[in-house]
């Protein structure tokens, strides 16, 4: 089957190191085998948006040569096919009235974690005077456990019902959740690949439990450790991340374990990447500081 990867960021702010490790090494990989790249803009949550955002990425990826296929697809226009998805997983899903703080207060913890405990599995409870409240649909969880290969972090396996709980498709004011929409559009553009950050790690076994009840095919995966800096801090808007460019390649290269040459231009540098390209070389590591 021909190659055919993606590049989803959200339009939050513009690219910082981190997401551009990830769209770098996602075209590497795709381009590599000689695969269609696509760029899809993850905006379902419209109050996070930054307004420009999109059209800062884009210019962003085309100043630092990594060129897409195709339209850019936007979920924001997709909300028909994701009603559709929840449809067919009616008798896989329930209503949950529980609000922010009943879930704060009545989750399991496991490692940390919180967990769902199935408070609504068997019909939500009602608000003042006898009205429904509001609510979100929430995916009724398998037994099964769910485990696959990743091509960086190796075999994995997850029990989504005991680690995770009954998990959200549809929030209660209408947004669709991220990894409903995911696996939704990944089948309808015929993504064969996914290479992202490993901080998505832990939702790939939702997102394969999805793609078995909607009858989809699953994807490779490749699961990068997720750049941070030195207080071990995931590069983001919040921790001042700076802007990323075209200058950043040859450090976002070592990031991913390639010993670069030196005095290469940047279309040179990305030249000299295609030919060799191998995931191999990334650090089997969900995490990694980025050296100054």
Known sequence: ????????????????????????????????????????????????????AADTILRQLAACGLAWDGPVICQS?????YQEAVEKLKTHSYP???TRKELEDSALAIDGSRIY???????????????????AVRLRTPADPIRFTDRVQGTLEQSVEREVGDFVLQRADGIFAYQLAVVVDDAAQG???????????????????LQRLLGLATPR??????????????LAKQTRAALAGPDDIPAALQFLGMQTPAGLLAKELLEWALSHWDPACIPRRRALPVTP
């Open 77 to 81: 226009a997709r909300l028909v096919r």
């Open 96 to 98: 949950c009235a529980c």
């Open 117 to 135: 405990p199935g408070t609504c599995r068997d019909g939500i409870r009602k608000g003042p005077a006898g009205r429904p409240r509001a609510h």
């Open 1 to 52: 089957m021909p190659y055919v990867g993606r590049f989803a960021p959200s339009p939050t702010g513009p690219l910082h190191f981190g997401s551009l490790v990830a769209a770098l090494a996602s075209w590497l990989d795709c381009r590599s085998a000689g695969g269609r790249w696509l760029v899809r803009m993850e905006d379902l949550d419209q109050p996070r948006l930054i307004p420009g």
């Open 221 to 234: 995966y490749l699961h990068l450790p997720v750049a941070t800096n030195h207080a071990g801090e995931k």
């Open 191 to 209: 993504i064969t690949d996914v290479v992202r950050g490993a901080d998505l790690l832990d939702s790939t076994a939702r997102q394969i439990v």
